[in-house]
């Protein structure tokens, strides 16, 4: 992909320089994966075009090396907020359910869940779906389960055994059945029917036959050979329950013959530790769900705290601002009616304005008076002079005389209000 076309892509983006750097990094060392743009469904039926890396990425597991495909969603806040990442099985696959993927094949990773965007980048994320499907593949080779499923009894494979009373070798199947997990990393037995492989990469695992097993009928006690020997070279002592027949008089059990009842609990015996392991992997995948949505539902309670709070304080706000629109009404009335009563009245005279209550309150007004207009008096003179209305010394000789006479009205004016009880 060129420049100019993922630079396109990127357009919408808030970060478009960062998320090419991030995306080009990713190509540089993953050349299996490509940026497309497609439409990204979110969970509350959204859609929007974001830019996706897909392709396969290398995971190794038992030995080889096996590609997994994949899917990386950016969403358009990249980096503040996580991809979302996807596996996206091919037609011959299987998803495998675990606590890091479920079924529609969304993948869940902690590095995901507690994304930041100062030490979160894709570089580290693919590494870690890496190290992660190298331990729990999440697909598998649809083939087992597709010749599991057509066969009418369990999958016992065809093996070579020796009897151990005539030491023929017959080919029979084994009564215990074996693990059915659906491990992408199984080899390949030889098959006459093709399989699909990603290019220079080793094949999926498919089953060793896609023919039905068929069980040999029931032998009685004077067989020369039981049809179901035990295994060679195997650490199990079978000889307290299948030991060969020495004498004729021996009790069935005791033939070396494994009868339908042996068959029928060693099926009993798989199916439950089938149905087991299934119930297990179930159990921890809802466990991982129940414990993602009680993340969920702590961070949407603590949302929901946050936003009563905030409605409490702005309900306590706009009662407050009612209060103060009501008492600005109320001045407001009380103005016009003062303002419509004085305009009726004949001019005042100032000074008849202000009336005080005792002789000293007066005094105090009239010397506080004086006192102004002899600071007023210092003023014009100053500006008498420097307009050259009068000469230095006639300023100098007036100002003499009005500064003695303004300090001793404030001296007068210090001790009436110490008189009157009032602040000096």
């Known amino acids: 992909m060129s420049d100019d076309k ?34 990204f469904v979110f969970s509350n039926g959204m859609r929007k075009n974001l830019v996706q890396l897909t392709g396969t990425i290398p995971v190794p597991f038992k030995g080889k090396t096996y590609h997994i495909p994949v899917s990386i969603a950016l969403m358009d806040t990249h980096p503040v907020h996580a991809p979302v990442c996807y596996v996206k099985p091919t037609a011959d696959m299987c998803l495998k359910a675990s606590r890091n993927l479920d079924l529609q094949g969304k993948v869940y990773l902690p590095y995901l869940h507690n994304w930041n965007q100062s030490t979160s980048n894709l570089m580290e994320l693919i590494q870690v779906m890496i190290q992660t499907f190298s331990e729990s593949p999440p697909v598998y080779s649809k083939g087992r389960q597709d010749t599991t499923a057509q066969q009418s009894t ?16 017959s080919a029979v199947t084994t009564p215990y059945p074996l693990s059915t997990q659906n ?12 399989n699909f492989q990603y290019p220079g990469y080793p094949p999926y695992p498919t089953p060793a036959t896609s023919q039905p097993v068929t069980y040999p009928p029931y032998s009685t006690a004077s067989s020369v050979s039981p049809p179901y020997p035990l295994q060679p070279n195997l650490n199990v002592n079978y000889n ?27 099926l009993m015996s798989a199916i439950e530790d089938k149905i087991r392991r299934k119930i297990k992997e179930q159990t921890a995948l809802c466990h991982d769900e129940i414990e993602i949505l009680s ?36 001045k407001e ?30 005094q105090i007004l009239n010397t506080h008076c004086e006192d102004a207009a002899t600071e007023d008096t210092i003023y014009y003179i100053g500006e008498a002079l420097r307009r050259g209305v009068i000469d230095l010394d006639v300023f100098i000789k007036q100002l003499r005389a009005l500064s003695r006479k303004r300090l001793l009205l404030r001296s007068l004016l210090e001790k009436c209000r110490l008189k009157a009880g009032l602040a000096v």
């Not at 009335?333 to 002789?359: F, N, R």
């Open 183 to 194: 491990y992408p990393a199984y080899p390949t037995p030889p098959s006459s029917t093709p």
């Open 295 to 330: 993340q969920t539902q702590r961070e949407l309670n603590q949302g929901k705290s946050k936003l009563d709070s905030m409605f409490d304080n702005i309900e306590k706000e706009k009662q407050n601002i009612a209060q103060k629109i009501q008492i600005l009404k109320e």
């Open 240 to 266: 307290n329950a299948f030991t060969p027949t020495t004498t004729t008089s021996s009790p069935p059990s005791n033939t070396g013959t494994i009868t339908d009842e042996h068959i029928r609990a060693s």
């Open 6 to 39: 993922l630079r396109l892509y990127l357009s919408s983006y808030n970060n478009p320089d960062v998320t090419k750097r991030d995306i080009m990094k990713v190509r540089k060392i993953y050349q299996g994966l490509t940026a497309v743009q497609e439409p």
């Open 333 to 362: 009335v009380e103005l016009e009616k003062t303002i419509e009563k004085l305009s009726g009245e004949e001019d005042v005279d100032v000074d008849d304005a202000v009336v005080t209550t005792t002789p000293l309150y007066k």
């Open 154 to 169: 369990p999958p016992y494979p065809t093996q070579n055994f020796v009897s151990p009373v005539s030491g023929v070798s």
